[in-house]
């Protein structure tokens, strides 16, 4: 079974703050997702990765930097939180781009 | 564009009825297509997925679902529901040859007793 693992589960900051969500996979996947997802919305792409190194943007990107430092960790940074990036954060990982994702437990994030 | 709609933003049903959660899709090209379920508090796991042969799939814990190109349908069932399917079930798309999920809005399913 696939693990992945997001820290911290809960957070809370300030309009203005600097928040990092970090996310690991121990199974080697390729790909990494970050995801955010808000009610009426499902779950919506920030960023992804396909390996080490490598960042590529997804469908709501503005506001979020992603920054994947080794085969298993991928982390989303928020340099200057706003009240509008208060949301449920989830990271996947999977070995292809079609392949099933897996995903972590999720953070929640409320900024103040 | 690429679209998943999921009709039904809540469904109730009683334990041990039979449960249809429907899903249309709009996609020109090849789409594997995924069911995925979240209980409180927890992520995504994986239900069954469908990218060709048997248009009749089966997943965990007795779900199953039915693809239809003709009706642009990939509609989930159960024969019979239980307390603990209470959780919120989503439609997927996956474009071919693209990184893209598509993502329904999801279906929020209750199970009284």
């Known amino acids: 079974e696939a693990a992945v693992t997001q820290s911290p589960r809960n957070k809370v900051t300030v309009t203005g703050g600097n928040v990092t969500l970090s996310c690991r996979q121990t199974?080697?996947?390729?790909?990494m997702y970050w995801y955010r997802q808000d009610t009426g919305h499902g779950l919506r792409l920030i960023h992804y990765s396909y390996g080490a190194g490598n960042l590529q943007i997804g469908d709501v990107p503005d506001g979020y930097k992603a920054t994947r430092t080794t085969q298993e960790d991928f982390f989303l940074l928020l340099e200057l939180a706003s009240p509008s990036q208060t949301s449920l954060y989830f990271c996947?990982?999977?070995?292809?781009?079609?392949?099933?994702?897996?995903f972590g437990p999720g953070t929640r994030l409320l900024v103040l | 564009a690429q679209s998943v709609t999921q009709p039904d933003a809540r469904v109730t049903v009683s334990e041990g009825a039979s449960l249809q959660l429907r899903c249309k899709y709009s996609y020109s090209g090849t789409p594997y297509l995924f069911w995925y379920v979240q209980y409180p508090r927890q992520g995504l796991q994986l239900l069954l997925k469908?990218?060709?042969?048997?248009?009749v799939v089966q997943g965990v814990n007795g779900f199953e679902a039915e693809f239809s190109k003709s009706n642009s349908s990939f509609h989930l069932r159960k024969a019979s529901v239980h307390w603990s399917d209470s959780a919120v079930y989503f439609c997927v798309l996956s474009l071919t040859g693209n990184y893209k999920y598509v993502f329904g809005a999801g279906t929020r399913l209750k199970v009284i007793a």
């Open positions: 996947a990982s999977s070995v292809t781009n079609q392949d099933t994702q897996y």
């Open positions: 469908y990218y060709s042969g048997d248009p």
């Open positions: 199974n080697s996947h390729n790909y």
